[in-house]
């Protein structure tokens, strides 16, 4: 990326919004997106205008959702990007806990940590189709 991302929360946000996408897209990959048609559902209406466009201001940004398009392409992925309100966003549940019921619940949830270790590839290292091999199609 470019420039660090500033210190205020909103673009952080945003970009965290972008990045889970693309850490989706990277983790699942090849075995669960390639040749097929996904749905990604998303509650930050600039993230999700983003992963849509390809594009974005913030060079940060356009960075992330540029990845994004190259990840999609490479897989030959068709996708279709939802917006879903954020109280309905169950990822978004545990951080903002709402009252002392969810608070119990989730103090009695015991959370174990997944035993692989999730590595993302450099942006050297993720395999794209040619441009001559995508116009030909």
């Known amino acids: 990326m470019s420039a660090p991302l500033e210190s205020t929360s909103s673009p952080l946000v945003l970009a965290l919004e972008l990045l889970a996408i693309v850490a989706a897209v990277w983790t699942v990959g090849k075995e669960f997106l390639q040749n097929r048609e996904v749905v990604f559902f998303c509650d930050n209406t600039s993230a999700m205008s983003a992963a849509v466009h390809g594009y ?55 959370v174990t940590r997944w035993p692989g270790k999730m590595k993302f590839p450099s942006f050297a290292n993720l395999q794209f189709p040619k441009l001559n091999s995508i116009l030909e199609q």
Do not use: M
Request: proline share 7%; charged share 20%; aromatic share 10%.
């Open 56 to 110: 974005a201001r913030s060079p940060d940004l356009a960075a992330l959702s540029n990845t994004l398009h190259l990840a999609l392409a490479a897989l030959k992925c068709t996708t279709f990007f939802e917006w879903v309100p954020s109280l309905a966003n169950c990822a978004d549940i545990p951080s903002r806990p709402q009252g002392v019921a969810e608070e119990a619940f989730y103090a009695r949830v015991k």
